[in-house]
């Protein structure tokens, strides 16, 4: 399934033009700062950084005034701005170099920065679909795929579902009206694993439809 992209690709997010009766139903990118909060940790760096200001502040105020003690705390609030901006530099890099895309025979996933790899997981591939959804309405959709095809977690960080090592979930992350494209994805796979496949042998006449 998986497709290392070296080539220029004739539509964005695919190595390839999908076949004829394939058509693409939806596209899009992770959003950064949704992506650096919910892959990244950035409410918790921040935070981190936050406490460790208010404990200097606090400690250093027992021994001399409050002015002189507020500027014991700013080298950590610098520090945490500064690990907030690299966070958000990632998550825009990995955001803008990200492209998933929802056909009707299959989800792909053009990720990575420094290597480029596009996954292909078509609906009859996929087990089950997972839908973590946010209140402002971005969210993450897990998928768990059928047969003993193992994934690199670290090769598709952060577009996975967190803490799953043992088989990797691939994932669209922090992704944009994520409602509206899990109901895309599930109405599409539904079609599409209830489609017949029908194979015609070398010789064999082809069936005909009864008047």
């Keep these: ?3 290392d992209d070296f080539t220029v690709e004739p539509i964005e997010g695919l190595p390839e033009r999908p076949p004829a009766g394939e058509d693409i139903l939806w ?4 959003r950064v700062y949704a992506l650096a909060r919910e892959a990244m940790s950035l409410h918790w760096v921040i935070g981190y950084f936050l406490f460790l200001a208010f404990w200097r502040v606090g400690v ?3 021994g001399m005034p409050f002015s002189e003690a507020l500027v014991l705390g700013l080298p950590f609030l610098i520090l945490g701005a500064v690990a907030a901006a690299v966070i958000l530099g990632l998550a825009w890099v990995l955001a803008r170099t990200t492209v998933y895309t929802v056909t009707s025979a299959r989800v792909a996933l053009r990720v990575g920065a420094a290597l480029t790899v596009t996954l292909n997981l078509p609906f009859k591939r996929i087990a089950s679909a997972d839908l973590q959804l946010r209140r402002d309405g971005t969210g993450t959709i897990a998928f768990e795929t ?3 095809t193992r994934l690199s977690y670290l090769v598709l960080w952060p577009h996975v579902r967190p803490w799953r090592m043992k088989k990797t979930q ?5 992704i944009p009206d994520a409602e509206r494209v899990a109901g895309l994805i599930a109405a599409t796979a539904e079609t599409r694993v209830s489609q017949p496949e029908i194979s015609l042998k070398p010789g064999a006449a082809a069936p005909v439809a009864a008047e």
């Design 1 to 3: 399934m998986p497709h």
């Design 27 to 30: 596209q899009g990118k992770p």
């Design 60 to 62: 250093s105020s027992a």
């Design 146 to 148: 059928l047969g003993e």
């Design 170 to 174: 691939p994932a669209l992350r922090a």
